[in-house]
Each structure stands twice: as structure tokens, then as C-alpha cells.
T-cell receptor, first 116, second 111 residues
């Protein structure tokens, strides 16, 4: 059974704190993604990675950074959390290749982050 | 501005009824996917369509990709309470290394 796991289901942090969200996949996928999901806006891509130590900005990278030191692990970092980063964060992985975005994306269960 | 517009955003119907959800854009997509998301879970892929005019069936669900590859629809026949969830369309824009999602359609099927 394929799996994408996220370190926390719920997280409450204070404004200004540094926040780490961890994602691990066991499918040996090349591509990994971080999205945030907000009501009425769907999923918006924050960052993605197509290889170890590689990263690309998505649509809304401001206020976020990422790290991919191992193929199976992709971390999202909020350097200084703000209230407008309160959201559901979803990690996903997929096969790679030049058409990697057409491949099925496997999602984790999400982390609901609240910044107060 | 949303690249992929889904309609309706909310739909509540009785068990046994039919429904259609639409996903529209002014952009051309090289492929389009439909996902379903249940509460507390991540989205799960239902289908991928890649050819203009393509129709795919998954039991009571019928997916169609528009001839011009700018739109798609999901039709559910004889809806059941188990169909309840958030339905998301997502497309790969031609020439762009990017998957864009619609806002989602929250579907509730009442017993």
C-alpha cells in the first residue's frame, strides 16, 4: 500500500515561530510537492522538487522554504509564521520525468496549521 | 484569477439523483485529472484524461474532456451517500511545468 505521511495532523503555533512540516513517501517517487488548501481557492502550489537537493518555486512561495536532503523526505519550513499562513498543508509525490506533472499525485492526509 | 473554474462550488442532492460538475478554463491543457477528497484525508485520483473528446467511465461516474482540451465534466448517475466529498479538477497547462487545481465542488448526497 503506497503511503505519503505527514508529521502532524494538527499544529498550533504562535506568530513569529519557526515551523517545520515533514513529509515522507515510500514509493521511490522523484517528484514531491507542497500545497496549501484554503476554502474557495482549491490547492495552491508552494514549492516542488524533482530530485534530491533540487527545488522549484510554485505559485505562492513567499514566506516558505523547503528542503530535500533525501529522496523520500521533503520538508516545508515557515521561517517566521504569520496568521495568514493558517491553512491546510498537503504534501504529494509522483513519478518524475519530463511529463511528471501529468502523473498521478499521491497525497498525504494533510496538516492543519493554526497560527495565533 | 482562477485558471480552472469549477461549478457549482456546492451541491446538495438526494440519493438517486444525477448530477454534473463542470471544470472550465480559457487555457489549453495537455491533460486533466479529477480527484476526490474526503474529510481528514488528502485528495485521491479518480481519472486522468489526455485526449480531446475523451470519455472515461468509472462505475457510475463519467468523465469527459472537451474537444479543445479547455474544459471537462464529471457526471454521476444515481448518486449515493458514499459519493459525498470534495471533487477537484486539476490540469497540466501546455508548455508549463505546472499542475493547477480548480476551487473544488463540495458534493453532499442526502439519504
Amino acid at each position: 500500500d503506497v503511503k505519503v505521511t505527514q508529521s502532524s495532523r494538527y499544529l498550533v503555533k504562535r506568530t513569529g515561530e519557526k515551523v517545520f512540516l515533514e513529509c515522507v513517501q515510500d514509493m521511490d517517487h522523484e517528484n514531491m510537492f507542497w500545497y496549501r488548501q484554503d476554502p474557495g481557492l482549491g490547492l495552491r502550489l508552494i514549492y516542488f522538487s524533482y530530485d534530491v537537493k533540487m527545488k522549484e518555486k510554485g505559485d505562492i512561495p513567499e514566506g516558505y522554504s523547503v528542503s530535500r536532503e533525501k529522496k523520500e523526505r521533503f520538508s516545508l519550513i515557515l521561517e517566521s509564521a504569520s496568521t495568514n499562513q493558517t491553512s491546510m498543508y498537503l504534501c504529494a509525490s509522483s513519478l518524475g520525468g519530463s511529463d511528471g506533472f501529468s502523473y498521478e499525485q499521491y497525497f498525504g492526509p494533510g496538516t492543519r496549521l493554526t497560527v495565533t | 484569477t482562477q485558471l480552472l473554474e469549477q461549478s457549482p462550488q456546492f451541491l446538495s442532492i438526494q440519493e438517486g439523483e444525477n448530477l454534473t460538475v463542470y471544470c472550465n478554463s480559457s487555457s489549453v491543457f495537455s491533460s486533466l485529472q479529477w480527484y476526490r477528497q474526503e474529510p481528514g484525508e488528502g485528495p485521491v485520483l479518480l481519472v486522468t484524461v489526455v485526449t480531446g473528446g475523451e470519455v472515461k467511465k468509472l462505475k457510475r461516474l463519467t468523465f469527459q474532456f472537451g474537444d479543445a482540451r479547455k474544459d471537462s465534466s464529471l457526471h454521476i448517475t444515481a448518486a449515493q451517500p458514499g459519493d459525498t466529498g470534495l471533487y477537484l479538477c486539476a490540469g497540466t497547462i501546455q508548455g508549463a511545468q505546472k499542475l493547477v487545481f480548480g476551487q473544488g465542488t463540495r458534493l453532499t448526497i442526502n439519504p
